[in-house]
């Protein structure tokens, strides 16, 4: 069972990336998806999550207004795009299940392997 996040790289202050979650080894669109991001010497964050069918979404205020969480349950997909990047943004960024909400906030369950998005110019 694992979850892999895909689509980081190097962006300029100001632009965008697309970032995916997919699933091997459990049906994705059974679970509430949970983006979290760790900066290097930071603790990891959560900063984003989705219910199941898309019914909710979560949104720290770090991210709030500039991230967009999305899904495709069809595909077995989850999206999280990034927009108005800037250098506190920098990060390993993972997505995970959810095995509860608390607050809208994901606990997270089943991890996968982060991606590296850095924001510099």
């Known amino acids: 069972v694992q979850l892999q996040a895909s689509g980081g790289g190097l962006v300029q202050p100001g632009g965008s990336l697309r970032l995916s979650c997919a699933a091997s080894g459990l049906r994705l669109d059974y679970y509430a998806i949970g983006w979290f991001r760790q900066a290097p010497g930071k603790e990891r964050e959560g900063i984003s999550s989705?219910?199941?069918?898309?019914?909710?979404?979560y949104y720290a205020d770090s991210v709030k207004g500039r991230f967009t969480i999305s899904r495709d349950n069809a595909n077995k997909v989850g999206y999280l795009e990034l927009n108005s990047l800037n250098s506190g943004d920098t990060a390993v960024y993972y997505c995970?299940?959810?095995?509860?909400?608390?607050?809208?906030?994901?606990?997270?369950?089943?991890w996968g392997q982060g991606t590296l998005v850095t924001v510099s110019s």
């Open positions: 995970a299940t959810c095995r509860a909400r608390v607050a809208g906030r994901c606990l997270p369950d089943v």
């Open positions: 989705i219910g199941s069918s898309g019914d909710w979404t």
